[in-house]
């Protein structure tokens, strides 16, 4: 198609929903504006029609990953990346969509997206709703100028959207910029962006190429790829209209497929007193597990046989069980006044006497009091923070003041 809709839907269903008709033959805009909230699309049906549509995801939901992940065949890398990443994020893999990207790096060979299911689910019946059918779907930030030595910046909606290499960039709000902007600049003094927005909150030692100011979805229509990548993959890949001859014959499957049922109804029932034997036999078992060990979030019965025995790796690893129960007994009062941070795993240096905690908090302010509340009793080193989403992660290195007492 000559022509492209392209919506930009947002992480809330409050937010402004941005929309753009874009000639790809011409390059040139047709049409563009905002919708109040996500449940005005319908105000789009009738522009979708006899149009390519493009959906840009914002990036602040959705994650880019560029794995390495050691296997033989390109189905076995998918089937294990959500395993690899497991511990680094805070949701439970099996309530994230993962979408798969076909290329390879020296630095990897599995880029993925993901992003809740829920939310997935979500913006797709609000185009369904709307009698609108998403031919592609695309996070934002590989929407942006190809990354290949200068960051590429935009402003949109008080956020800030930043494509930093080929499958590598997020989507802030612009009060953030300035603490993640110290952040990367710790990491890597030698920063160049171009930007097609003005940029608050300036470091003296960041090369800022400013070009002519872009709409965004301007910017975003001339460096579309979508024969690269979408996440219309596995379960919300595009359905294809079926002919009459299939539909036909998916009727009398239909009807004897219910005859079966029929047939066996019987079974089907004692195989339902089964499985509820079996859930029953599982919330025991989570039950028990939690109860060994309380500081477990989530149990996963597919996997509690492989936690129990990093959880006894665990253990095994402290090399002086006295101390570090000490050390947990005094760093409890800690944890009680900051609830919103919740550790994710331990580890104990029995050598140095240190505890090295992964945690998870609401937001930077909740480390920042954990820290505090730890100052008068502890040496406390914190790592780099980063900002999921809801949720912020880090790495916390805790040791006990010589004499300190909690």
Same mark, same amino acid.
């Given at each position: 198609m000559a022509e492209q809709l392209i919506i930009r839907l947002a992480s809330q269903d409050t937010d402004k929903v941005h929309w753009l /008709?874009?000639?790809?033959s011409e390059e040139h805009i047709i049409a563009s504006g905002e919708l109040a909230t996500i449940s005005h699309l319908s105000e789009l049906s009738t522009k979708a029609a006899h149009r390519e549509v493009v959906v840009i995801l914002p990036s602040s939901d959705v994650t880019l990953k560029l794995l390495n992940v050691p296997a033989k065949s390109k189905k076995a890398v998918q089937l294990a %990346?959500?395993?690899?990443?497991?511990?680094d994020v805070a949701q439970d893999v099996d309530s994230l969509f993962f979408a798969y990207a076909n290329f390879s790096t020296a630095e990897g060979n599995c880029p993925l997206a993901f992003v809740e299911k829920y939310k997935m689910t979500h913006w797709l019946a609000q185009l369904a709703t709307a009698s609108i059918q998403a031919d592609f779907v695309i996070p934002e930030v590989l929407a942006m100028p190809p990354a290949d030595e200068r960051w590429q910046m935009i402003a949109i909606d008080n956020q800030v959207i930043i494509r930093k290499g080929q499958w590598q960039g997020c989507t802030l709000d612009e009060s953030l910029w300035p603490h993640m902007l110290g952040i990367w600049l710790n990491a890597d003094d030698d920063i160049a962006i171009d930007a097609f927005s003005p940029i608050a909150h300036q470091a @003296?030692?960041? @090369?800022?190429?400013?070009?002519?100011?872009?709409?965004?979805?301007?910017?975003? %229509?001339?460096?579309? @790829?979508t024969r690269s990548f979408t996440m219309l993959q596995g379960e919300y890949a595009a359905k294809k209209e079926r002919s009459s001859l299939a539909k036909t014959w998916g009727l009398v499957a239909g009807i004897a497929?219910? %005859?079966? /049922?029929l047939n066996i109804a019987g079974k089907a029932i004692t195989l339902m007193q089964l499985n509820s034997q079996i859930a029953a036999v599982e919330t025991k078992v989570i039950e028990r597990y939690k109860h060994?060990?309380?500081?477990?979030?989530?149990?996963?019965? %597919?996997?509690?046989?492989?936690q129990l025995r990093r959880q006894l790796s665990t253990i095994q690893g402290v090399d002086n069980n006295g101390d570090f129960l000490a050390?947990?007994? =005094?760093?409890?009062? /800690?944890f009680a006044q900051v609830p919103t941070l919740k550790p994710e795993n331990l580890r104990y240096d029995g050598k140095r006497k240190?505890?090295?905690?992964?945690?998870?908090?609401?937001?930077?302010?909740?480390?920042? =009091?954990?820290?505090?509340?730890?100052?008068p009793n502890f040496t406390v080193s914190q790592g780099a923070l980063n900002n999921q989403g809801t949720? /912020?992660?880090?790495?916390?290195?805790? =040791?006990? =003041?010589?004499g300190g007492n909690s």
């Open positions: /008709v874009w000639s790809k %990346a959500p395993f690899v990443i497991e511990d @003296d030692n960041i @090369d800022i190429n400013y070009l002519p100011e872009e709409l965004p979805l301007a910017l975003m %229509a001339q460096h579309l @790829d497929l219910l %005859a079966l /049922v060994a060990f309380p500081q477990t979030q989530r149990v996963r019965i %597919a996997t509690v046989k492989s050390l947990l007994m =005094k760093l409890q009062p /800690v240190e505890l090295r905690m992964q945690a998870t908090a609401k937001g930077y302010q909740d480390f920042e =009091k954990f820290n505090t509340a730890l100052t949720t /912020v992660t880090g790495a916390i290195s805790i =040791k006990a =003041k010589s």
